[in-house]
């Protein structure tokens, strides 16, 4: 149901292309047509009201009724564009010689015949569709929609990339990076010069990657060599080995993505290479214990003080992590009340000092329900501006209430989406379809911003509000609010500032897939899973 109302704006737009196009639609054709828009329009009003209150909120009946009309505007969608593309056939304003004159009056012929069918069958689908949305409007007046209504929050400059990254990095960090860098840089006895595996555990949000790329970045002058190399959870084995070389050496080994050398020959590549250097390596978010022993096979244990550093959520991957080597286990702990508040109060307003006294009490609250995982601040901080300014006491209860029971201990990874998820819900309706289709991709995968708006542009989910305005400049504005929002995080930056690549960090991932699929927005069908409610259903796209 939140996604429904974007998915109904494709379907109104071309409904309307219907009405003004010369289609030779029947007068009692028209006027369903037109009856049907109305109708949809209806419904669309309906449910960006519905969208913004959590799914898990919402009565049963009204889950199944907004089901409905997701699925009736996809089914009108369809059948409007096979009408539109049969009826486009053979149209040309070119001038032409005898022979395709004469080509193009049987074409003419034929497509008669192509046509009456067409209208015949738009026909249909229109009096279907006006039945259904009549059964669907009796429906909805049986059900009082308990809904409460969040405004919308509009962007931040997005060149405050810098103050993000200082305070996403630095707050809270300080002690335990003081103690890393002790423990990966010290000589301790008789291992002294072996090699030393430090292994940084904890859920997903807490800031293991952020905490290793400090630390990686501090201390990586002191080593012959270096790489920094993300895994995730169904990693390419062969790219990950193609990956972590290039890092090491990126001159000698530029050219080693178009390599055919197999997963053994890489690993065997990687030992020779590392036998006479010490070198300090990073493996970023293992999931599993037999991808760990893989790349473990490629890293040539000499005597000259190298380290490795993996971070994972699961606490046996980093155990095994330590099974052949000499190392340590570093568990993530949430942040301090006090550093949880100087993140929260410099996100919002640049200082830890300036919270004005009548938003003390209901900052000390969310944060408390935040459970200092920085992600869920970081987050829940996006939600408190708008417009470069900070939203009024009410909006901030208004965030309070819509936390449910915040971050427990018991149960973290559930409560931190049900934080996550305030975001989805708090965006406008035509964002929440552009958001979910980054379900799409795979972790860690960099994805080219202009590519992206182009694929939303081909999907119909960017509106035209201003004539002036290009769909493109509409669709890179889209982007730059999903950014504002923290819900994707910039990759690489050109000289200019702009952001050219993004990515999603995984818990976001995980909340947009989880919905996606109960939305039966996309079927992601990878090599452990398939996501997707209901088999009976259609799948209106899917991602291999």
């Known amino acids: 149901m939140e996604v429904a109302a974007g998915a109904l704006s494709p379907v109104l737009r071309k409904l309307g292309e219907l009405l003004i196009g010369e289609y030779n639609l029947e007068k009692r054709v028209k006027k369903g047509v037109q009856s049907l828009l109305i109708e949809l329009e209806m419904m669309h009003a309906v449910l960006r009201e519905v969208g913004k209150v959590p799914s898990d909120q919402l009565q049963e009946p009204v889950r199944i009724w907004a089901g409905k009309v997701r699925d009736l505007s996809c089914d009108m969608e369809d059948a409007v564009d096979d009408f539109l593309v049969r009826v486009g056939e053979g149209s040309s304003s070119k001038p032409a010689d005898m022979r395709s004159r004469v080509s193009k009056f049987l074409k003419k012929t034929t497509t008669l015949f192509v046509k009456g069918k067409a209208l015949h069958q738009i026909c249909d689908a229109i009096k279907e569709a006006q039945d259904l949305a009549k059964e669907l409007a009796e429906l909805r007046k049986r059900y009082e929609l308990d809904m409460r209504s969040t405004s919308n929050g509009a962007t931040i400059d997005p060149r405050v990339l810098a103050l993000h990254k200082d305070v996403g990095e630095?707050?809270?960090?300080?002690?335990?990076?003081?103690?890393?860098?002790?423990?990966?840089?010290?000589?301790?006895?008789?291992?002294?010069?072996?090699?030393?595996?430090?292994?940084?555990?904890?859920?997903?949000?807490?800031?293991?990657?952020?905490?290793?790329?400090?630390?990686?970045?501090?201390?990586?002058?002191?080593?012959?060599?270096?790489?920094?190399?993300?895994?995730?959870?169904?990693?390419?084995?062969?790219?990950?080995?193609?990956?972590?070389?290039?890092?090491?050496?990126?001159?000698?080994?530029?050219?080693?993505?178009?390599?055919?050398?197999?997963?053994?020959?890489?690993?065997?590549?990687?030992?020779?290479?590392?036998?006479?250097?010490?070198?300090?390596?990073?493996?970023?978010?293992?999931?599993?214990?037999?991808?760990?022993?893989?790349?473990?096979?490629?890293?040539?244990?000499?005597?000259?003080?190298?380290?490795?550093?993996?971070?994972?959520?699961?606490?046996?991957?980093?155990?095994?992590?330590?099974?052949?080597?000499?190392?340590?286990?570093?568990?993530?702990?949430?942040?301090?009340?006090?550093?949880?508040?100087?993140?929260?109060h410099k996100r919002i307003f640049q200082s830890k000092e300036k919270c004005p006294e009548d938003l003390q009490i209901v900052s000390r609250d969310i944060l408390k329900k935040c459970g200092g995982v920085p992600l869920a601040i970081i987050t829940i901080a996006s939600l408190l501006v708008s417009n470069q300014r900070v939203k009024p006491n009410h909006d901030w209860m208004d965030v309070y209430n819509s936390m449910g029971h915040g971050v427990t201990q018991s149960d973290i990874a559930k409560d931190m989406n049900r934080i996550l998820s305030l975001s989805y819900y708090d965006l406008p309706s035509y964002l929440k379809p552009c958001l979910l289709y980054l379900s799409i991709f795979p972790e860690d995968f960099e994805i080219e911003r202009d590519w992206l708006i182009w694929r939303w542009l081909a999907e119909g989910f960017i509106q035209c509000d201003k004539e002036e305005t290009s769909l493109f400049e509409i669709g890179e504005t889209y982007f730059t609010e999903l950014m504002n929002r923290s819900l994707i995080q910039p990759a690489e930056i050109n000289y200019e500032g702009t952001v050219v690549t993004c990515r999603i960090h995984d818990m976001v991932l995980d909340l947009i897939c989880s919905l996606s699929s109960e939305e039966n927005f996309i079927s992601i069908l990878d090599n452990d899973n398939w996501h997707a409610p209901n088999m009976q259903r259609k799948s209106r796209r899917l991602s291999l």
């Open 170 to 344: 630095l707050v809270g960090v300080d002690h335990t990076m003081d103690e890393l860098i002790k423990t990966l840089i010290c000589k301790d006895g008789s291992s002294k010069e072996q090699l030393k595996t430090i292994s940084i555990v904890g859920v997903g949000g807490l800031g293991k990657t952020t905490l290793t790329k400090v630390v990686y970045e501090k201390i990586k002058t002191r080593f012959d060599c270096v790489a920094f190399v993300p895994v995730g959870q169904n990693p390419d084995m062969k790219k990950v080995f193609q990956d972590l070389l290039y890092d090491l050496d990126n001159e000698k080994f530029s050219d080693i993505h178009n390599t055919k050398r197999d997963e053994y020959l890489l690993i065997k590549q990687i030992s020779d290479f590392l036998v006479d250097k010490r070198y300090l390596i990073v493996i970023d978010d293992i999931w599993g214990k037999d991808i760990w022993r893989c790349i473990n096979c490629a890293l040539y244990r000499n005597k000259l003080q190298s380290r490795v550093i993996t971070t994972t959520r699961n606490v046996s991957v980093s155990k095994a992590c330590l099974s052949s080597t000499d190392g340590t286990i570093h568990r993530m702990k949430p942040l301090s009340d006090k550093d949880s508040q100087i993140l929260f």
